[in-house]
């Protein structure tokens, strides 16, 4: 059984840029949740993908958005990115209607 | 309503000794409680979980306990060991019918085990 991954691992983006992020899913889950963790923080929520749409979102700008492929892969995109951006961005696989999430390695971002 | 309050924000504990973990939370809707593992640069680890209408689970070490009426709960790890030196979540669902089940995290412990 393949695990979560994510890519790249690493980031650095100048203000103002757009960056996208990567995620596969844990094999056998078809829903992908996305989490911004500042440094020293709990993640928060961004926004869940399900059959390839948005199925609920935390509050974040649109600004953030994101993918969802057939395969169950996702991607996050961020327009305009701020400093506050710097983050670890996380994705979480699951099946639905079961509760467990597992997560990714996480891409660290760095805004300058 | 939304908040998941945890303590202590930093815990440091003996080899072989017991590491207690508390959360806190205010919304009566929460009904997965999940805790998570974190080693610097990598993901959460999902460790244990329990559902309300249980006061206490165990899977080795490590037992939730939970208490619905007070609306808090748990995370005891037994005989800590220097390994266990990581960071830990605390965080709460909604998982029913038409919800995302986003999971809301406490702000997380940071467990130093000495050998």
């Known amino acids: 059984e393949t695990g979560v991954t994510q890519s790249p691992t690493h980031l650095i983006k100048t203000r103002g840029q757009q960056v996208t992020l990567r995620c596969s899913s844990q094999?056998?889950?078809?829903?992908v949740s996305w989490y911004q963790q500042a440094l020293g923080q709990g993640p928060q929520f961004i926004f869940q993908y399900y059959r390839e749409e948005e199925n609920g979102r935390g509050n974040f700008p649109p600004r953030f958005s994101g993918l969802q492929f057939p395969n169950y892969s996702s991607e996050l995109n961020v327009n305009a990115l701020e400093l506050d951006d710097s983050a670890l961005y996380l994705c979480?696989?699951?099946?639905?209607?079961?509760?467990?999430?597992?997560f990714g390695p996480g891409t660290r971002l760095t805004v300058t | 309503q939304q908040q998941v309050k945890q303590s202590p924000q930093s815990l440091i504990v003996q080899k072989g000794g017991i590491s207690i973990i508390n959360c806190a939370y205010e919304n009566t809707a929460f009904d997965y409680f999940p805790w998570y593992q974190q080693f610097p640069g990598k993901g959460p680890a999902l460790l244990i979980a329990?559902?309300?209408?249980?006061s206490e689970k165990k899977e080795g070490r490590f037992t939730i306990s939970f208490n619905k009426s007070a609306k808090q709960f748990s995370l005891h790890i037994m005989d800590s060991q220097p390994g266990d030196s990581a960071t830990y979540f605390c965080?709460?669902?909604?998982?029913?019918?038409?919800?995302?089940?986003?999971?809301?995290f406490g702000q997380g412990t940071t467990l130093q085990v000495k050998p």
């Open positions: 965080a709460a669902s909604m998982t029913g019918s038409g919800n995302t089940g986003k999971l809301i």
């Open positions: 094999s056998g889950h078809n829903t």
């Open positions: 329990i559902r309300p209408d249980v």
């Open positions: 979480a696989s699951s099946f639905v209607g079961r509760s467990e999430q597992y």
